[in-house]
């Protein structure tokens, strides 16, 4: 891969969008890069064995708005996830992306996810034989470390051996998965979030790019953790709980370039998709339901929400549902004299 793509996607890796399964579909992807032009967006993770042995290719759809856009693999075999690698790198991906720390059940009784955490050298192996498939960037995102590991020494042995296996790009997600005893949603708050250790990585290997991710809820933050050196924040519920917030400044604050996106006309501009969406015969919460937060902390939010969560379940509904939602914005707009 050219070296200028490669340097492109990493200034992209700035800030990111975390991999969530269910919530980073391709609309909400489409939707995030509409508030933020320059961030990079992850898709859910998409397993190996779904696209190898299942055929699933419909998984790697999304659309051309959407870059730079990563895929998330999941697995643990190493010529399985190169020929998933190849397929996303064929499918247009610009990054190709190994899942080093998802915890859920599903996922450890297939051998991927954070349990890996406790297999570095087959890591290196997925990563060296993913990377002879494809020229694309692979990267990584992984926890501190699962269960009883020592963080202080399992995290830089893992990166060691990552990066000696070829991998230059990292996110980690700055607390363990405990696999024993806790739900995937309860693996996001309850192990305490040592950001501190990730910081020091960054200076134990100054040459890996290192994205820091969990519990980051501003922009603010994510400034302050770019100027203490780390090379990324990447952000997941806040990003989609609040997308105006996390991504509508994101261009001009973060990359330096372009204005605040405002979100009405966002959904303005979401139209035309979602006519497009309806005509090839899909329903319009599917994609209302990632536009929810938009106005989130605004005036009107609360409207907004109840109108296009009610009235985009119901059959047949189309546009007039997002106009009539954005009338109530239009509505509760602050007076100048109440400014
Ligand atoms: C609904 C949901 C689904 C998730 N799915 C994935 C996933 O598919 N792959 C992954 O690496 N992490 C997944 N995560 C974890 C996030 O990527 C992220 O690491 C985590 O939420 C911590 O970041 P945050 O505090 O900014 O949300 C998921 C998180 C949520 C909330």
Same mark, same amino acid.
């Given at each position: 891969?050219?070296?200028?793509?490669?340097?492109?996607?990493?200034?992209?890796?700035?800030?990111?969008?975390?991999?969530?399964?269910?919530?980073?579909?391709?609309?909400?992807?489409?939707?995030?890069?509409?508030?933020?032009?320059?961030? #990079?967006?992850?898709?859910?993770?998409?397993?190996?064995?779904?696209?190898?042995?299942?055929?699933?290719?419909?998984? #790697?759809?999304?659309?051309?708005?959407?870059?730079?856009?990563?895929?998330?693999?999941?697995?643990?075999?190493?010529?399985?996830?190169?020929?998933?690698? =190849?397929?996303?790198?064929?499918?247009?991906?610009?990054?190709?992306?190994?899942?080093?720390?998802?915890?859920?059940?599903?996922?450890?009784?297939?051998?991927?996810?954070?349990?890996?955490?406790?297999?570095?050298?087959?890591?290196?192996?997925?990563?060296?034989?993913?990377?002879?498939?494809?020229?694309? =960037?692979?990267?990584?995102?992984?926890?501190?470390?699962?269960?009883?590991?020592?963080?202080?020494?399992?995290?830089?042995?893992?990166?060691?051996?990552?990066?000696?296996?070829?991998?230059?790009?990292?996110?980690?997600?700055?607390?363990?998965?405990?696999?024993?005893?806790?739900?995937?949603?309860?693996?996001?708050?309850?192990?305490? #979030?040592?950001?501190?250790?990730?910081?020091?990585?960054?200076?134990?290997?100054?040459?890996?790019?290192?994205?820091?991710?969990?519990?980051?809820?501003?922009?603010?933050?994510?400034?302050?953790?770019?100027?203490?050196?780390?090379?990324?924040?990447?952000?997941?519920?806040?990003?989609?709980?609040?997308?105006?917030?996390?991504?509508?400044?994101?261009?001009?604050?973060?990359?330096?370039?372009?204005?605040?996106?405002?979100?009405?006309?966002?959904?303005?501009?979401? #139209?035309?998709?979602?006519?497009?969406?309806?005509?090839?015969?899909?329903?319009?919460?599917?994609?209302?339901?990632?536009?929810?937060?938009?106005?989130?902390?605004?005036?009107?939010?609360?409207?907004?929400?109840?109108?296009?969560? =009610?009235?985009?379940?119901?059959?047949?509904?189309?546009?007039?549902?997002?106009?009539?939602?954005?009338?109530?914005?239009?509505?509760?707009?602050?007076?100048?004299?109440?400014?």
């Amino acid at each position: 891969m050219p070296d200028a793509k490669i340097s492109e996607i990493r200034t992209a890796a700035r800030l990111s969008v975390a991999p969530m399964m269910d919530w980073t579909d391709r609309h909400c992807r489409y939707l995030h890069r509409l508030l933020s032009s320059q961030s #990079l967006l992850y898709t859910e993770m998409v397993t190996a064995p779904a696209l190898v042995r299942g055929g699933a290719l419909h998984l #790697l759809e999304h659309n051309s708005q959407e870059h730079p856009v990563a895929l998330q693999l999941g697995g643990s075999d190493p010529c399985e996830l190169a020929q998933a690698a =190849e397929m996303g790198a064929s499918a247009g991906y610009d990054e190709i992306n190994l899942n080093c720390g998802c915890p859920s059940d599903r996922v450890q009784s297939g051998t991927f996810g954070a349990v890996l955490m406790r297999e570095p050298a087959r890591v290196a192996e997925c990563i060296a034989a993913m990377q002879e498939a494809v020229e694309v =960037e692979v990267t990584l995102k992984c926890r501190i470390g699962v269960d009883e590991q020592e963080p202080e020494e399992v995290l830089p042995a893992f990166l060691k051996q990552i990066s000696a296996a070829g991998c230059q790009r990292v996110t980690i997600h700055a607390r363990k998965a405990w696999l024993q005893g806790l739900s995937p949603k309860e693996n996001r708050d309850i192990p305490p #979030l040592d950001y501190d250790l990730v910081h020091r990585m960054k200076a134990e290997f100054p040459d890996l790019h290192i994205s820091i991710n969990g519990g980051i809820t501003t922009l603010a933050q994510a400034q302050e953790h770019l100027e203490a050196g780390l090379d990324g924040v990447m952000i997941g519920r806040a990003a989609y709980h609040q997308p105006t917030d996390i991504l509508a400044g994101a261009d001009p604050l973060i990359f330096g370039t372009g204005a605040v996106a405002e979100p009405i006309e966002v959904v303005q501009k979401m #139209l035309p998709y979602v006519d497009a969406h309806l005509a090839d015969g899909g329903r319009l919460h599917q994609i209302t339901r990632h536009m929810l937060g938009l106005f989130a902390g605004r005036p009107g939010a609360r409207g907004w929400r109840r109108i296009l969560s =009610e009235g985009a379940v119901r059959d047949h509904a189309g546009p007039e549902v997002i106009l009539q939602a954005l009338n109530s914005i239009a509505s509760n707009a602050p007076t100048e004299q109440a400014v």
